[in-house]
């Protein structure tokens, strides 16, 4: 099992920056790949980007040129620092975790952008 803490959520006028935080626990030797999705009210989940155990990473076509994922060096924390926020990056972020078992998903951090 992984268990996933989110940090770094709040509210920043449009055009500012936040950095989110994800600390995973438990058994993290087996994770291969880290992301964050996110969900507006009444909107799907949907990914924005995700990192690999070699460092790729994948992002969501809005957020390109923006946003940057990046994992800790110990490997258990996952990082998405966020610049020109939009009001329509506001959501309800929320990390998660793959291993060869399963996924795993933490509870969420909200990103509120005003205009």
């Known amino acids: 099992q992984v268990q996933l803490v989110e940090s770094g959520g709040g509210l920043v006028q449009a055009g500012g920056s936040l950095r989110l935080s994800c600390a995973a626990s438990?058994?993290?030797?087996?994770?291969?790949?880290m992301g964050w999705y996110r969900q507006a009210p009444g909107k799907q989940r949907e990914l924005v980007a995700t990192?690999?155990?070699?460092?790729?990473?994948n992002f969501v076509d809005s957020v390109k040129g923006r946003f940057t994922i990046s994992r800790g060096n110990a490997k258990n924390t996952v990082y998405l620092q966020m610049n020109s926020l939009k009001p329509e990056d506001t959501a309800r972020y929320y990390c998660?975790?793959?291993?060869?078992?399963?996924?795993?998903w933490g509870q969420g951090t909200q990103v509120t952008v005003s205009a």
């Open positions: 438990g058994s993290i030797f087996s994770i291969y790949a």
């Open positions: 990192i690999t155990d070699g460092g790729r990473t």
């Open positions: 998660k975790a793959d291993d060869r078992y399963s996924n795993y």
